[in-house]
């Protein structure tokens, strides 16, 4: 069974730092792109970054260049986001999900972790 | 970047009902286009990936049909376990963007 768990949210100062991690297991974790989508409380799913099997590629939403890093540990089976110079509107739940390069979704989710910056 | 508008944004309906989304992308995305959905207090799961394909596990009451711009959802019986929120979800190119989800609430 595939098992995607976060970690690492909490309660951040505006301007400040946080990494999120996501253990996975119960599949071959270098066959697979990985991603992180967030949502706002009470709002809707917000793609925020992709990383390919071999961290080769990412892509992030605009909104997040150059501020959060994802990258990956295959030795380790995990997945991580830097985020850093935080704002109000990056709080959110962050999810941990696979993606498949081939048919373009995303599944499956981890159970999301919170983070909270405050003003 | 493609845009993806999800309507209505809520519906209300009754055990059996046959309820209908619809997902408009702003522009061609052919077939890369995914449901997903979302109970309270949960992760998303995925019902339907490239606007038709049913994913293994989820009941034939879903389907998905479309491409190019315009898809729907259908669910044709609805029943108590499927009040939640659903998103459409575009697979064409970076960034991935998602409507903005059709809550289905009990009448």
């Known amino acids: 069974e595939v098992q995607l768990v976060e970690s690492g949210g909490g309660l951040v100062q505006r301007g400040g730092s946080l990494r999120l991690s996501c253990a996975a297991s119960?599949?071959?974790?270098?066959?697979?792109?990985l991603t992180w989508v967030r949502q706002a409380p009470g709002k809707g799913l917000e793609w925020v970054a992709n990383i390919k099997e071999d961290g080769s590629e990412r892509y992030y939403v605009d909104s997040v260049k150059g501020r959060f890093t994802i990258s990956r540990d295959n030795a380790k089976n995990s997945l991580y986001l830097q985020m850093n110079s935080l704002r109000a509107e990056d709080t959110a739940v962050y999810y941990c999900?696979?993606?498949?390069?081939?048919?373009?979704?995303?599944?499956?989710w981890g159970q999301g972790t919170l983070v909270t910056v405050s003003s | 970047d493609i845009q993806m508008t999800q309507s209505p944004s809520s519906v209300s309906a009754s055990v059996g009902d046959r309820v209908t989304i619809t997902c408009r992308a702003s522009q061609d995305i052919s077939s890369w286009l995914a449901w997903y959905q979302q109970e309270p207090g949960k992760a998303p799961k995925l019902l339907i990936y490239t606007a038709s394909s049913l994913q293994s596990g989820v009941p034939s009451r879903f389907s998905g049909s479309g491409s190019g711009t315009d898809f729907t959802l259908t669910i044709s019986s609805l029943q108590p376990e499927d009040f939640a929120t659903y998103y459409c979800?575009?697979?064409?190119?970076?960034?991935?963007?998602f409507g903005g989800g059709t809550k289905v609430e009990i009448k």
């Open positions: 999900t696979q993606y498949s390069s081939t048919w373009g979704w995303i599944d499956p």
């Open positions: 119960g599949f071959t974790f270098t066959n697979y792109w």
């Open positions: 979800q575009q697979a064409k190119s970076f960034p991935l963007t």
